[in-house]
């Protein structure tokens, strides 16, 4: 049967046809493209700074990133259980606020005698209300539609993601390269400020599962989440080859934002906009998202885009020079990669969402981000020293090598054979009648 079927007004939530038709809905696509925009300025912004500004080392860098990063192994396991108590509108904006009076601390003085350790302080708090900001609107969009409009209402929301990828690098790039860095960090918090403001006026009030049926106590309830996703064969393998993409990637963007500035000698500007090529390439997976998994199957899409986005980055060490050549080659590369991962981004979701019953999903993005995310601190580590000893061109061979390990692993996984339709999961987490292909 198809991915879901229609909520009815018992579910409490719309049963419109019209995914745009649902105000709430593109309030929250409009607030959370402004979140992602300021996300993935700030998230060039600190690195160039450090490298460009402060010469931070291969291993400074790598700490830099790893410090960012490790919310998602802190807080990951938790923050699901307790989104799913709270409404998710109430999460998101909160996190917005947060975001915004951290940058904003850093424009009103921090970054006046910014080192490390003060780019450390702001980057693990950006990451740590980033983690509760993603999980929160990946369970708003299963409160506020109904389950047919999953798939549009993921490719509507991973699409502004990719509008952000698109503007954030070369934005960021640009005012750290041009300006400064306490004017780049005001544009980010500019841009959770708009979020917060837009996300604010959802106005449906979120039904959330009853007390009764939940754990009284929040580890149990991580522990019922962690279970759930174990037990379920295709969200262990999402969580399998998430650990392994996010590892070696993360580690991979160690080097590699070495390798522009130091070993191809691009400027900030340039550095940019070869990063903000994955955008219009992640807009083109957002696309293809809503319509490849249903005439050639999930399985299929999955196995290929992966192989292709990832094996993209096999390119970069070959490289050499600033020449135009150079830059419109990683500019090449960033799109295919952006295509490839985006396609994959939103059919897991899709997989993910029509798999989980409504009471569990915040508890299972978040397990997931916990599993598959949590190893990115360690692998921005790695990548810092396999620079500091391979060499930054060896050691981002080595961990571009490593990235195809992820569509290895989903070939050789229930993914893989997932066909055009696969089943959903109940409110009470049993498999409904499905039609799963090979």
Known sequence: MPLASSAGSGSGRPTSSSLWRNGDFRRLWMGQTASQLGEHTTLVILPLFAVLTLNASAGQLGVLRAVGQAPLLLLSRFVGAWVDRW???????????????????????????????????????VGSLSVFFDVAYQTSLVRLVTHDQLVRGNSALEGSRSAAQIGGPALGGALVSLLSAPIAAATGALFFALSSLSIRRI??????????????????????GLRFVVGQSLLRAVCLASAAFQFFFAATMTGYLLFLPRELH????AVGLALAATGPGALLGSLLAARLPRRFGYGAVLVVAAAIGDGAFLAVPALHGSSAVTVLALIAV??????????VNVTVMTVRQAVTPYRMQGRAAATITFVGMGL????????GFLAEEWGVRGGLLMTAVGMLLSPVLIALSPLARLGRHFVQVSERGDLEDGNKTA
Do not use: K, N
């Open 87 to 125: 409404r998710t509108r109430t999460v998101m904006v909160l996190t917005d606020v947060g975001r915004t009076l951290a940058l904003g601390a850093a424009v009103a003085g921090l970054l006046g005698w910014l080192g490390l350790p003060a780019l450390f302080v702001v980057a693990f708090t």
């Open 266 to 269: 691009l400027s900030g500007t």
């Open 376 to 383: 990115a601190p360690l692998g921005a580590l790695f990548g």
């Open 203 to 224: 106005h449906r009030v979120e039904s959330i599962p009853d007390d009764s049926e939940r754990p009284s106590r929040t580890w149990r309830r991580v522990c019922e």
């Open 334 to 343: 960033s799109f295919v990669f952006g295509t490839g991962g985006q396609l």
